[in-house]
């Protein structure tokens, strides 16, 4: 089975902050990503990453940057944390070897509730 | 653009009372068309993929149909722990990210 673990469920930062939200994989995907889900606008994707090193701005990443230094491991950060900042943050990975079936789903972690205060 | 509108956005039922929930996509290329279950304060979870018009997939009580306008998730004979928060997406060919409909949030009651 695939298992995404996030490092928080539960987070409370102040305003201005610098904040880091940690993605751990288990299955060798290749891509990982990090969305933002808020009530009433759905899932929106901050960035992703097809591969270490490599990565590529969402429909919403500004105020946010990411590092995928290791292939197991991606990481959301918040410069200068701000109230309208405070979000659940869901990480998910997929496999993405081409044809491959199951290739392009993507599993989900149990998500970080992020309030700035 | 690539869109996703779900419908209806909440739906309650009786056990054992039979619906569907619709999910209509535009998209350049379709890759693949999900659906995820997903409960409150959890992430979704990954029920199934539909890749072409006229594939069907099942799991237990649901089941997944996909045209090239819409796809629907048929629940047969829901139970109380059938109510979640169900969501679709699509892939287009072109790209890695998935573009979600805002959800059906489904109720069913004993």
């Known amino acids: 089975d695939v298992k995404v673990t996030q490092s928080s469920r539960y987070l409370v930062k102040r305003t201005g902050e610098k904040v880091f939200l940690e993605c751990v994989q288990d299955?060798?995907?290749?891509?990982m990503f990090w969305y933002r889900q808020d009530p009433g606008l759905g899932l929106r994707l901050i960035y992703f990453?097809?591969?270490?090193?490599?990565?590529e701005k969402g429909d919403i990443p500004e105020g946010y940057s990411v590092s995928r230094e290791k292939k197991e491991r991606f990481s959301l950060i918040l410069e200068s944390a701000s109230t309208n900042q405070t979000s659940m943050y869901l990480c998910?990975?997929?496999?993405?070897?081409?044809?491959?079936?199951?290739?392009?789903?993507?599993?989900f972690g149990p998500g970080t509730r992020l309030t700035v205060t | 653009e690539d869109q996703v509108t779900q419908s209806p956005e909440a739906l309650r039922l009786q056990e054992g009372e039979s619906s569907s929930l619709n999910c209509s996509y535009t998209v350049s290329g379709l890759r693949g068309l999900f659906w995820y279950r997903q409960d409150p304060g959890k992430g979704p979870e990954f029920l199934f993929t539909l890749y072409s018009a006229g594939e069907e997939k099942e799991k237990e009580r649901l089941k997944a149909t996909l045209t090239k306008k819409e796809s629907f998730l048929h629940i047969t004979a829901p139970k109380p722990e059938d109510s979640a928060t169900y969501l679709c997406?699509?892939?287009?060919?072109?790209?890695?990210?998935?573009?979600f409909g805002k959800g059906t949030s489904l109720l069913v009651t004993p």
């Open positions: 998910a990975s997929s496999l993405d070897r081409g044809l491959k079936p199951g290739s392009y789903e993507q599993y």
């Open positions: 997406a699509v892939q287009a060919n072109s790209g890695y990210a998935l573009n």
């Open positions: 299955m060798d995907h290749e891509n």
């Open positions: 990453s097809y591969d270490v090193k490599m990565k």
